[in-house]
């Protein structure tokens, strides 16, 4: 069976700090894909990144950065110098060959305090 | 600027009301997919569209029904709804599966509350 855990319901900072958003997965098969959303107030998930399993290359954009690590079945998401606007929900969710609808965590609501 | 949009962004209509939520997408995707979202919660794959054919139904009761008229547009017709089918229902669009899984592309999400 496949599952993505996402054991942080909450996380609450202060403007400017940096904070890592866990995510855990299981899975079977070896080739499958790993994302990230993010769900503002507004409703729109918007896409962040998507890993395959065959890269685990680190990714920075701007701010973001993305820990894949196979060993440990974990895909983390760090926000460095967190703002405002970083609050939202984020989604870690999970696909692969063998199932191709997208498994989701149950999401982390970050709060970014000013 | 997202490329999937709805339409209307918020509804809300009685159990007895028939009303459509559309979903338009400009990417060039062959795949679209409906999912109910709650609150506090992920999202729900209702149903998904691959070369215009239903391909996944999720087991979704029939007082909801998808169309999909041609690549680029979704529809969702909702008769006789009941207050638990509030929620927010967002329309995706991607490359259809293959060799590759292809990311999905989420539009703004239309919010339905049924008195």
């Known amino acids: 069976a496949q599952k993505v855990t996402q054991a942080q319901t909450e996380i609450s900072v202060v403007e400017k700090e940096d904070v890592t958003l866990d995510c855990v997965y299981e899975?079977?098969?070896?080739?499958?894909?790993l994302f990230w959303y993010k769900q503002p107030p507004s409703g729109e998930l918007v896409f962040l990144i998507r890993?395959?399993?065959?890269d685990e290359q680190n990714e920075i954009s701007g701010r973001y950065s993305w820990n894949f690590q196979k060993s440990t079945s974990s895909f983390n998401f760090t926000i460095t110098a967190s703002q405002v606007v970083d609050s939202a929900v984020y989604f870690c969710a999970l696909s692969s060959n063998s199932n191709y609808q997208l498994i989701w965590g149950a999401g982390t609501k970050l709060i970014i305090k000013p | 600027d997202t490329e999937v949009t709805q339409t209307p962004k918020h509804l809300v209509m009685g159990m007895t009301n028939k009303k459509s939520l559309k979903c338009e997408q400009h990417m060039g995707h062959r795949a679209m997919y409906w999912y109910k979202q709650k609150a506090k919660k992920p999202p729900e794959l209702m149903f998904v569209y691959s070369y215009e054919k239903l391909s996944i139904n999720e087991s979704v009761p029939s007082r909801f029904s998808p169309e999909c008229p041609n690549s680029s547009l979704l529809n969702l017709h909702l008769h006789a709804l009941q207050p638990e089918d509030s929620a927010l229902y967002l329309c995706?669009?991607?490359?259809?599966?293959?060799?590759?899984?292809?990311?999905?592309?989420f539009g703004p999400g239309t919010r339905l509350t049924v008195l």
């Open positions: 995706a669009s991607s490359q259809p599966p293959g060799p590759l899984f292809l990311t999905q592309y």
């Open positions: 890993r395959n399993s065959f």
């Open positions: 899975t079977r098969d070896t080739t499958y894909y």
